[in-house]
Each structure stands twice: as structure tokens, then as C-alpha cells.
């Protein structure tokens, strides 16, 4: 997300067992590694135990506890070759990054998305593929729109889901997250997560054995751009070769754009403040699969001819502190009535919610005839109803 200082070396204290042992937690930029992710840029530790390896139970994963460390919850390039993504462990399909599947895979979910929808506007509630199966939710960031829209597309397809709240586990922090994945992957067939640190996430999916999904980290936010990409569908009514322009923070957003990009022939401008462009690891990571994208700095002309026109806030969360220090820097990047006639009659605009309305755009542009952001928020269930029935094979 934001460009931020350094934070200072902070002393810390890790547990281990009954034992208390004090240790340094060395911080780096927010931009350091394409998966960066701490508590929306603040710290947070996590604790590694004496070094041991050990078999654990039926599942038979070796694991190298390392010396005591204290260090900053980010995930690095050999953090994620290691992680399970895509594909897992015994043919258990994940759902961490959108790139993580091809093409063909990826249209397919979205058709499917379609079907199902249809299906339940229609008033048939006879489909119930999810009869008998539990999912557990896990969030470190609280969120309306992905508990409402998770919750409520498992149990009108016939499943239980249930909410752990950031007290519920205290992920990391009361319990290794392997230890987590392995308990909740015995008692449900699915686990959803909602996130600050991506590493978690990761681990999640590499220590479970039940299917994981990414309901959002500061790194990326895969279903929400499956949703936005439903859509454009249902509005332009094709996918392929549309422009969109992003006028903001390079953000988890933008970051799941770029990947969705490198497998979706779209053409993607995010357009940012200097400083505050997506990470350049990911960027190339999409180019080098073909994504046609452009970082740019100025918005007005970044939105000439664009399809759609997409905007979020300036400060998620984790990030007020910086809202004053943003709302200077961020000045000529409103999405505003002017930068919509700049784009075009053809252009729709689209925000993930929620929306400071008068900030990065204004109320008039939310409320105008070509604004889809309402259906885009609803589509949230739709796409994620069909990215779950993907994972579980049915």
C-alpha cells in the first residue's frame, strides 16, 4: 500500500512454551519485497522456536524451527516459491493469487459465476452443493462486505460458515499459524481468510489440507477483482482488450489487477502519486507474462478512452495516521465529474467500497447513471460463490 518510513528497531518479547526471551524486531521499507505485508505498514512480530525438526502427525510435513528471532510479519519472494499456491498437497486447490490459475480456468469461474447467479435470482433454491460442509472465516481486519457476502453465498448453496474474529484465534499470536491450519482443516472443509500479513496466508494454505482463500491481505485481494471482472462482464458484456484505469494508492487492489491481468488479456493504467506506485516485483512479474500495463502519474490523461474508471480510498486501513499527509499528496486524484467527461461517455466507474465520498471521488460520481459500483459491491457473492465451488470441485 503507502510508501512509509522505516520504522525504527523495536525490542520486543517472544514466548516460548513458559519461557520469555526479549529479542529485536528489524523493520524494513513497505516496498521491500513484492509481498511485503505487516499490519498495513506498522510492525508486527512473529517468533520463531529453537531450531528442532520434527514430523508432524499423518501429515508428514518436515519443520525447521529456527533460532529465536523476532522480525517483521512479511512475506519475500522465497516465501511465497515455498508456499503452496494454485495446486496444493494432495490435489487440494487453493485460491491465493489470481495468476496462480490460466486463462481458460479463470473464465471458467467467472462463467460459472453467472450460471449460479442466475440461478439464484431466479428464486431456485434447490441447488445446494454445500450440504454437509462447514467453512471457517478468519479475520485479522474486520469487513462488512467479505463476512456478509462470504456467509451468505455458503449458506444459500447449502453450507455453515462460521466467523473467527481477530479475538476469536489471535492468529500468530496465541497459536502458530501452522498449528491453526492443521486444527481447522480437521474440523472444516474449507477455510477463508481475511488478513494483514500475506506470510500468514500463505501458511495457512502450505499447513492446512482443506482448501484456502484469499479473502484479502495487504499484499493482494483476488476476490474482489474476480467480482469486478463478473462485472464488466455483465456491462460491456466481454472481457478481453478493455482498459481499465486505476486513480489512486498502488495498492492490495491494484496489485491483484496486475495478476489478473498477467492471465486476462486486459489493458491496465494504474495512475498514482509519485511514491506511491504499486510493487515494481509485481508489475514485472505481469509483464513478463504478457500483461499489458502502464504506470503512470497523471490521471487526467491516464482516463482518456478508458472502459472503466476505478477508484478506492486514499488511506486503508492501517494507514489513518497517514490520511493527512495522503490528502495533500494525493491532490488531482479525485475521480471527479471532470476526469469522468475526460474518459468518455463509454466509461463506467467502479470502487471496491467503502467509499469516503467528497475525498477520492465525489458523490456525484457514485451517484451517476453510469457508476456499477452496487452491483460491482453484490458480485462479491457471485464470483466467490463460484471461486468456492471451484476449490471443492463441485
Request: charged residues 20%; contains cysteine.
Amino acid at each position: 500500500m503507502a510508501v512509509v518510513s522505516p520504522a525504527k528497531k523495536m525490542l520486543g518479547l517472544c514466548s516460548s512454551g513458559n519461557a520469555a526471551t526479549a529479542c529485536v524486531a528489524s523493520t524494513t521499507s513497505s516496498r521491500a519485497s513484492p509481498l511485503a505485508s505487516s499490519q498495513s505498514r506498522g510492525t508486527s512480530l512473529i517468533c520463531r522456536l529453537p531450531s528442532v525438526r520434527l514430523q508432524s502427525g499423518t501429515q508428514g510435513h518436515s519443520i525447521q524451527r529456527r533460532k529465536i528471532v523476532c522480525r517483521n510479519s512479511t512475506a519475500t519472494q522465497n516465501d511465497a516459491s515455498v508456499s503452496v499456491s494454485g495446486d496444493g498437497q494432495d490435489g487440494v486447490k487453493h485460491f491465493l493469487h489470481i495468476d496462480d490459475y490460466d486463462n481458460k480456468t479463470i473464465m471458467k469461474i467467472l462463467d460459472r459465476a453467472r450460471e449460479v447467479k442466475a440461478k439464484l435470482k431466479s428464486g431456485d433454491k434447490s441447488f445446494k452443493p454445500f450440504a454437509g460442509k462447514t467453512m471457517a472465516m478468519i479475520f485479522t481486519k474486520p469487513s462488512m462486505r467479505t463476512r456478509v457476502s462470504f456467509e451468505t453465498g455458503f449458506h444459500l448453496l447449502g453450507g455453515h460458515a462460521i466467523y473467527l474474529g481477530p479475538d476469536d484465534i489471535q492468529l500468530g499470536k496465541r497459536e502458530e499459524t501452522r498449528d491453526i491450519a492443521r486444527v481447522l482443516s480437521g474440523y472444516n472443509n474449507l477455510i477463508m481468510a481475511r488478513l494483514f500479513a500475506h506470510k500468514d496466508l500463505l501458511d495457512l494454505a502450505k499447513y492446512g489440507s482443506v482448501p484456502v482463500i484469499n479473502g484479502l491481505t495487504d499484499y493482494n485481494h483476488p476476490c474482489q477483482i474476480m467480482a469486478d471482472a463478473l462485472t464488466i462482464i455483465e456491462h460491456k458484456g466481454y472481457i478481453d482488450n478493455v482498459k481499465v484505469v486505476y486513480v489512486g494508492d498502488g495498492n492490495n487492489v491494484v496489485h491483484s489487477w496486475l495478476r489478473f491481468a498477467a492471465v486476462v488479456p486486459i489493458h491496465f493504467v494504474c495512475a498514482c502519486p509519485r511514491g506511491f506506485e504499486p510493487d515494481a516485483g509485481t508489475v514485472d512479474l505481469a509483464r513478463s507474462k504478457g500483461a499489458k500495463i502502464d504506470i503512470v502519474n497523471d490521471p487526467m490523461e491516464a482516463v482518456k478512452g478508458a472502459d472503466v474508471v476505478y477508484s478506492d480510498v486514499w488511506a486503508s486501513m492501517g494507514q489513518k495516521e497517514e490520511a493527512a499527509l495522503r490528502l495533500q499528496r494525493f491532490q488531482g486524484f479525485q475521480v471527479n465529474e471532470k476526469m469522468m467527461e475526460q474518459a468518455g461517455p463509454q466509461a463506467f466507474f467502479m470502487h471496491c467500497l467503502p467509499a469516503e465520498r467528497g475525498v477520492e471521488v465525489t458523490d456525484g460520481v457514485i451517484e451517476a447513471p453510469n457508476s456499477i459500483v452496487f452491483p460491482q459491491a453484490e458480485n462479491r457473492m457471485h464470483a466467490q460463490n463460484a471461486v468456492m465451488l471451484y476449490v471443492l470441485g463441485e
